[in-house]
T-cell receptor, first 116, second 112 residues
Framework: DAGITQSPRYKITETGRQVTLMCHQT?????MFWYRQDLGHGLRLIYY???????DKGEVPDGYVVSRSKTENFPLTLESATRSQTSVYFC???????????????FGEGSWLTVV | GESVGLHLPTLSVQEGDNSIINCAYS??????FIWYKQESGKGPQFIID?????DKRQGQRVTVLLNKTVKHLSLQIAATQPGDSAVYFC???????????FGTGTLLAVQP
């Protein structure tokens, strides 16, 4: 069945290391998103992409890099991980911009990242 | 307004009762709203949505009410079941941005 998958699901890394979280969707959705979820802040948008080779910053982009060379993949890279980046990361995809057509955003299962 | 404290607002209800979860949204230009359910260890799951030209929308056992005057959204769950226990988020979008803005969430705890 089609879906959105994230990997790894769980990762422990050291401060200063580079980490890449992978996201793959099989719906051919144009839009993809990366959120981080922390208690007291809900879900905050890190980066999003409207199509292949088009990316834009969200609310909290500092310390993160994204790319979208293929429609189905949207990797998120922490170039030099810090303890404040310990969080749960959710990838999501949508057929189009949320308010334009009413399409909802579908989320992956999450990637739990701990930076020690 | 939204809670930004370190503790998640919690609603505790008895099985079979109706639940009402509230959300205050921030942007008066928002024109599309979504409720998500998030179970422990999983990603948010779509429940129901509503556009700003409506004030009520019903789904299966769920109803969303929108009051644009006071920028308030609520989710009503009828005959709450143990499987409804989860964190519920409202999200808004519209205006100059196509990005969803999420509230901090409410934990619904259903007592058997």
């Amino acid at each position: 069945d089609a879906g959105i998958t994230q990997s790894p699901r769980y990762k422990i890394t050291e401060t200063g290391r580079q980490v890449t979280l992978m996201c793959h969707q099989t719906w051919s959705h144009s839009y993809m998103f990366w959120y981080r979820q922390d208690l007291g802040h809900g879900l905050r948008l890190i980066y999003y992409s409207a199509a292949a080779d088009i990316t834009d910053k969200g609310e909290v982009p500092d310390g993160y890099v994204v790319s979208r060379s293929k429609t189905e993949n949207f990797p998120l890279t922490l170039e030099s991980a810090t303890r404040s980046q310990t969080s749960v990361y959710f990838c999501a995809s949508s057929e189009s911009a949320g308010q334009a057509s009413g399409n909802t955003i579908y989320f992956g299962e999450g990637s739990w990242l701990t930076v020690v | 307004g939204e809670s930004v404290g370190l503790h998640l607002p919690t609603l505790s209800v008895q099985e079979g009762d109706n639940s009402i979860i509230n959300c205050a949204y921030s942007n008066s230009a928002s024109d599309y709203f979504i409720w998500y359910k998030q179970e422990s260890g999983k990603g948010p799951q779509f429940i129901i949505d509503i556009r700003s030209n409506m004030d009520k929308r019903q789904g299966q056992r769920v109803t969303v009410l929108l009051n644009k005057t006071v920028k308030h959204l609520s989710l009503q769950i009828a005959a709450t079941q143990p499987g409804d226990s989860a964190v519920y988020f409202c999200a808004e979008t519209g205006g100059a941005t196509n990005k969803l803005i999420f509230g901090t969430g409410t934990l619904l705890a259903v007592q058997p």
